[in-house]
């Protein structure tokens, strides 16, 4: 009896090393795909999250990691369809309604978009996933400043700023709210801090100039 069960006990130890090896291997393609998407690698990083998706089909993490390259690759009618497919097996995963909120955007279905965003955030309170919540606020931002709510918009990015000061594109898009207010001055302050962290980002030494230019500041618009 005491061979039995210890025969018993080694299969069981043995079946959850397999299985923790399994889910690791797993979440290491998830993790190479994410690399692979900061690369510009979409199609690199699409097959290694079908990679994780024939190991296991309802990974949440890659199904959604999925979903976000088919949207850089403007596929959003293969995006939408995997989201939807995930609310529907998984309505309290926040990431889908983050990823559906960003499709509905392109879409320019912005009232949808905000509910999504609103919708992830909630769902968020659980989990507390910074990095979430601070995509939530880039993302509704640009969903409020397409419908002119300007306020909300200037909200959440200055909020995503607070929590995340080092990406410079929330500054850019702050920044561009500000011109589009005609407030130079403090647009231009936006554009040096993307400046400041990216030096070769064009774009903002141009919008940067042009809001000079608004304040009659030609020289320095010039730089």
Known sequence: MKHLLLIL????????????????????LVELGNDLVKLNDYKGALDKYNEALVMLPSYT???????????????????SKIVEEGIKNNPDFAPYYLTRGK???????????IEDFDRALDLNQSNKDKELENMVYVNRGAAYQKIFENDKALA?????????????NVYMYRGSLYYQNSDFATAIEDFDMVIEIDENNHFAYYNRGMAYLKLNETEKGCQ
């Open 156 to 168: 959440d990015y200055s909020k995503a700023i607070e929590m995340n000061p080092n990406n410079p």
């Open 61 to 79: 993490a890659a199904l959604d990691g999925k979903a976000n390259v088919l949207i850089l690759m403007s596929d959003y009618k293969g995006a």
């Open 103 to 113: 499709i509905n955007v392109f879409k320019e279905k912005f009232d949808d978009a």
């Open 9 to 28: 006990s080694l299969c069981v130890s043995i079946n959850i090393s397999l299985f923790a090896q399994y889910q690791q291997n797993i979440e290491s």
